[in-house]
Structure formats: C-alpha cells, structure tokens
T-cell receptor, first 114, second 113 residues
Framework: QQQVKQSPQSLIVQKGGISIINCAYE??????FPWYQQFPGKGPALLIA?????SEKKEGRFTISFNKSAKQFSLHIMDSQPGDSATYFC?????????????FGPGTRLSVLP | ETGVTQSPTHLIKTRGQQVTLRCSSQ?????VSWYQQALGQGPQFIFQ???????GRGNFPPRFSGLQFPNYSSELNVNALELDDSALYLC????????????FGAGSRLTVL
C-alpha cells in the first residue's frame, strides 16, 4: 500500500513535443505529490508539487494533473527541450512528517531529441 | 546559501567492511534524511534525523546507523557491508521536520565488491 507506480520506464520525445509521465498510488492517506528531476551525477531536485484539493497545477512548461478518485497523477512537459532530458521521479507523502514518509516511484528516463 | 554537500563522492569497499558517509545540510535546515538509490530505482528512505536523534526509519536493518551533530550535519554508517548495499546514498535536508520540500545532495556512490 506504500508503493507508488510509475510509467513509462523510459520515454523518447522530439524537441517541441509533449512528454507525459504517469503515476499511481494506493494509500489514500497521501496528501502531497511532488515530482523530482534528476540529472546524471546530481541529486533529485524538486520540480513541481500538488496537493489533492486541486486537479491541476501549472508552472511554466510543467503541469501536474491529479485524479483523486483514480488515485493517479501525471506530469506533462509542454514544448519539451533537450535540456529536459533527465530522470523524473514522482513521489507521495502524508502530513505529519513529510521527510519520513516520502515514497518515490522507480523513475522515468526522458530523452528529448534535438 | 550553500546547498547540501556529501562526501565522499565515490568509494569502493569489500564485503564485510564498514563505511561512513557524511552530509552537510543546507544552511538553515535542521532535519536530515538519508535515502538509498539502487541503480535504475527511485530513492528509498533509510532514516531521518532531527535534533540529533533518529526520527523515523524505513525498512533497513540495524547495521545501517546514523548520527546528527549540533551543526545539523549528519553521518550514515553501514556495518558488515553486503553486495546489495552497492547504491547511491543520498542525503536530503529540510528546514524543519514537518517540511515537505527536500533538498538533496549529489550523493555518495558506494560500490561493494
């Protein structure tokens, strides 16, 4: 019940295209859903996050869509750029002690072709 | 403001040995969490330290232990190394124990032969 599933495992997109990564969770107690971006040789960095009281959050080219009833959320990268090539992790946590309760998906390796 | 720094960046050990990894938290952050990231996997929570005490642990055996110092820096110690301990060990700090934003370091890559 603590798992976060993520798909696809890898994704290749042309420059200017839309990248879509999907995640699903089981634990309905989760109340915070961040996406982290990791470049080779670096630690993950927070990209964007959402709480279940909203269905969508947009920051620049990055949008999270959230479906509470389906227990699914997704990351959309509009106008994908080669600089977006990285591994993306979705995660989930529940209020009370976020650092303790972060559960990460297995990651999606995104390659944006020039 | 400095970010999270970890040392060493890479190290190689043999099975049965012991290792100590170090982490300096971001300025202003008092909580440190450690994660293990196996190749091709997402980070897995090991434990968290707050006010120099362990404040939660994931599904890791007692041979994984840690410390937090008064300046909020932290150490991860692993005894009796096993081949499966080969991974990237990530330290993440946050400004408080209840904060929901983790700032990760670049990690320490441990290889156990």
């Amino acid at each position: 019940q603590q798992q976060v599933k993520q798909s696809p495992q890898s994704l290749i997109v042309q420059k200017g295209g839309i990248s879509i990564i999907n995640c699903a969770y089981e634990n309905t107690a989760f109340d915070y859903f961040p996406w982290y971006q990791q470049f080779p040789g670096k630690g993950p960095a927070l990209l964007i996050a959402i709480r279940p009281d909203v269905s969508e959050k947009k920051e620049g080219r990055f949008t999270i869509s959230f479906n509470k009833s389906a227990k699914q959320f997704s990351l959309h990268i509009m106008d994908s750029q080669p600089g977006d090539s990285a591994t993306y992790f979705c995660a989930a946590s529940k209020e009370g002690n976020y650092g303790q309760n972060f559960v990460f998906g297995p990651g999606t390796r995104l390659s944006v072709l020039p | 403001e400095t970010g999270v720094t970890q040392s060493p960046t890479h190290l190689i050990k043999t099975r049965g040995q012991q290792v100590t990894l170090r982490c300096s938290s971001q300025s202003g952050h008092n909580t440190v969490s450690w994660y293990q990231q196996a190749l091709g996997q997402g980070p897995q929570f090991i434990f968290q330290y707050y006010r120099e005490e362990e404040n939660g642990r994931g599904n890791f055996p007692p041979r994984f232990s840690g410390l937090q110092f008064p300046n909020y820096s932290s150490e991860l110690n692993v005894n009796a190394l096993e081949l499966d301990d080969s991974a990237l060990y990530l330290c993440a700090s946050s400004y408080n124990v209840g904060a929901n934003v983790l700032t990760f370091g670049a990690g320490s890559r441990l290889t156990v032969l």
